[in-house]
DNA sequence: ACCTGAACACCGTTCAAGT
DNA sequence: ACCTGAACACCGTTCAAGT
């Protein structure tokens, strides 16, 4: 899978030790690194890993990157940029709330190790960005003015929120495992956790394990708007 | 701080290596690990460290936990249930939630770690106590039945995403920083990644450096909750 | 200017050996 | 049963030396 020279030339270098015809970038590393934290996860992200794929020494990364933060922080604006950015232009104010809403669900779900990220450094540009295309939409809602900013915001947090949860879902459920019986053991243990009581995790049992995880994070994103809206009484 | 004997009793060990009278548990390496945590944050909560605290070998204390994980999952279990158990009975569904939330979230502003360790994974059982305690209120509210489950969803996640959120601004904001100034400084970089535009975040950039974090978490509650008491139209 | 790769200062975790 | 601490297999990061 990691080839030294995956550009396809197969020219035979003249060094042994195969040093690369094109240049190294900043860009062309963060590539790297997404390819990586894509195929084999986080903790797959070593700067040898990453040295051996991009056929040079682990010194020379450091040449365009300062540190493994910063070139997580980078791979994770880059997802999230390019996912942003093909988020279709909606008229309506709701619709255009669910779509970049969607779009970072969706953006995270596919590559969970940003969503960890992005709840770990919520001041990336990034984050900026959906606050902004989030709260323009409040207006044309009908926020009250004074809501809007506490509305954007518990937007913006809780889109990171599930965005976490997900990313932190993924990570333990690897590919292969049967979701909705992960999901019933969660549950069987929170309700055995107090075997007098809990009857409300008793009644969402079957809920929990069947549920609907993006359709459920849109509800939430509704009942956020509909609060919103309401002129509060005190 | 760290003193090899640090339960009063100042008897000479007899051994120069000081091993210590009391006997280790969990419950012992547990209470050592969030000293730690606390006073010196997640990083510095190493093994070598652990052990030098409770004057032990690294060895030792694998006898009574099974990895860091382990430990961190442990120490956030036990600061939380603590913090829950606190939280005062109350007899209005509003007042109850409202309790639960800022009890999680005021746990978490004293214990960062707890946050970032909480959103990396939601399924402990302390979580389902917050589910729990939340969704038992939604009946009384009135909460529509069908709304039920991703109501107390959504609460559950948008609390855990603050949380999550906060956890991050204490571990880059050590108490020395200017609050004020750091939000600033974020608020001016988002908006001069597009000079073009982002009018929003212009418009809101006195509020993002000078809000409450506090109150602002309980507008987003108060917006879920809102939300949730209407009988959706489609 | 950019790259190399050995070296340094750490980690978590294991395990033979002790009591 | 419980504890010890050296040893192992890794890390991120640095840096003298190369081109």
């Known amino acids: 899978m990691f080839q030294l020279c995956h550009d396809g030339r197969m020219s ?4 042994p030790t195969a040093r690369r015809a094109d240049a190294l970038s900043k860009a062309r ?3 790297a690194a997404i390819e990586i934290l894509d195929a084999r996860g986080e903790a797959a992200l070593t700067f040898r890993a990453l ?9 020379a990364i450091y040449w365009h990157v300062a540190d493994r933060n910063d070139l997580l922080a980078a791979a994770t604006e880059n997802v999230l940029a390019r996912a ?3 988020v279709a232009r909606e008229g309506e104010p709701r619709a255009a709330i669910r779509a970049v809403a969607l779009a970072v669900f969706d953006v995270i ?15 990336h540009s990034g984050v900026g960005e959906i606050f902004e295309r989030i709260g323009g939409w409040l207006e044309p809602l009908g926020v009250p003015i004074d809501a809007q900013f506490d509305c954007a915001s518990a937007l913006t947090n809780y889109i990171l ?8 879902n993924a990570r333990t459920l690897p590919d292969g495992t049967d979701r909705e019986a992960w999901l019933e053991a969660v ?3 929170w309700i055995e956790d107090d075997p007098e009581s809990r ?3 008793r009644q969402m049992a079957a809920q929990l394990s069947e549920h609907d995880d993006r359709q459920q994070f849109i509800a939430g994103v509704d009942f956020i708007l509909a609060g919103a809206c309401i002129r509060r009484i005190a």
């Open 84 to 86: 942003l950015m093909k």
């Open 161 to 168: 929120g599930v965005a976490g949860q997900n990313a932190a």
């Open 12 to 15: 035979k270098p003249a060094h």
């Open 109 to 123: 779900d596919a590559h969970p190790w940003a969503g960890a990220h992005l709840s770990r450094e919520p001041w």
């Open 199 to 201: 009857p409300f995790l």
């Open 187 to 189: 549950g069987k243990r």
């Open 29 to 31: 590393i963060v590539e």
């Open 51 to 59: 040295a051996t794929h991009l056929a040079t020494g682990s010194g």
